[in-house]
């Protein structure tokens, strides 16, 4: 890919306020993806499509991302971004509101990243745990929202978001298919990992079993 494009790709969305990945949680994300190097990721929350630009050059052979957006201006400037780029092959955009579209999907996924209405949260994570695989991980971006979410600050215009970011941090915590890490880089990633607890336990149980002569 090119690379003085994808910078003209980023200055401009900083340019217009568009609120798009912070350059060191966009550098946790692309060392975990290198490693894993996934066949397909969801995007809650296009913007423009910088992200998903960003996150193709660490797919699978022929892997692809699926990524929401629900501005249709947005949509626009994306899908304009996404050929600058030469990766119209590889991501796939749904227009409209991730709530109304999620459901409608039933593809498996290695990665979903959340980066979209703080508000919905909790439902964004329902639907990706329907969705990951084994193995898989969510990234939850901006989950500590300006410091909001671990202080006690709670002015009415934020006061819906912040409590349904602690309903996502207290979900990811306490399922015990996920295993979450909240970092404090940026305005703060959740990084939950879907780990086989059942299987495992299974597993510990049989061979337990069969341990006795
Ligand atoms: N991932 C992008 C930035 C996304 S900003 C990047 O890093 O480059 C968040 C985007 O989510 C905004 O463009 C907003 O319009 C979109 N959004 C917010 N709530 C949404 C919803 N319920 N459905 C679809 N898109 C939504
Ligand atoms: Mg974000």
Same mark, same amino acid.
């Given at each position: 890919?090119?690379?003085?494009?994808?910078?003209?790709?980023?200055?401009?969305?900083?340019?217009?306020? @568009?609120?798009?990945?912070?350059?060191?949680?966009?550098?946790?994300?692309?060392?975990?993806?290198?490693?894993?190097?996934?066949?397909?990721?969801?995007?809650?929350?296009?913007?423009?499509?910088?992200? +998903?630009?960003?996150?193709?050059?660490?797919?699978?052979?022929?892997?692809?991302?699926?990524? @929401?957006?629900?501005?249709?201006?947005?949509?626009?400037? +994306?899908?304009?971004?996404?050929?600058?780029?030469?990766?119209?092959?590889?991501?796939?955009?749904?227009?409209?509101?991730?709530?109304?579209?999620?459901?409608?999907?039933?593809?498996?996924?290695?990665?979903?990243?959340?980066?979209?209405?703080?508000?919905?949260?909790?439902?964004?994570?329902?639907?990706?745990?329907?969705?990951?695989?084994?193995?898989?991980?969510?990234?939850?971006?901006?989950?500590?929202?300006?410091?909001?979410?671990?202080?006690?600050?709670?002015?009415?215009?934020?006061?819906? +978001?912040?409590?349904?970011?602690?309903?996502?941090?207290?979900?990811?915590?306490?399922?015990?298919?996920?295993?979450?890490?909240?970092?404090?880089?940026?305005?703060?990633?959740?990084?939950?990992?879907?780990?086989?607890?059942? +299987?495992?336990?299974?597993?510990?149980?049989?061979?337990?079993?069969?341990?006795?002569?």
């Amino acid at each position: 890919m090119n690379n003085i494009e994808l910078k003209k790709i980023k200055e401009k969305a900083l340019e217009e306020h @568009i609120p798009i990945i912070m350059d060191e949680t966009l550098e946790v994300i692309e060392k975990y993806l290198s490693k894993n190097k996934p066949n397909s990721i969801l995007e809650i929350g296009t913007a423009v499509g910088y992200s +998903a630009i960003c996150f193709t050059e660490f797919l699978a052979e022929n892997g692809v991302i699926d990524t @929401i957006e629900r501005e249709a201006d947005r949509v626009k400037e +994306a899908k304009i971004n996404i050929k600058l780029a030469e990766v119209e092959d590889k991501i796939n955009i749904y227009e409209g509101d991730a709530v109304e579209i999620l459901p409608t999907l039933n593809n498996k996924y290695d990665v979903v990243f959340i980066d979209a209405a703080k508000g919905k949260y909790p439902f964004f994570l329902k639907e990706a745990l329907r969705m990951i695989n084994k193995d898989g991980i969510i990234f939850a971006d901006n989950i500590l929202y300006k410091g909001y979410v671990m202080s006690d600050y709670n002015k009415h215009k934020q006061r819906t +978001a912040v409590r349904n970011l602690r309903e996502y941090i207290k979900e990811v915590s306490e399922n015990p298919n996920l295993e979450t890490e909240i970092l404090e880089v940026g305005d703060g990633l959740a990084v939950s990992r879907r780990t086989n607890r059942k +299987a495992l336990k299974f597993i510990l149980i049989l061979s337990f079993l069969f341990s006795f002569p």
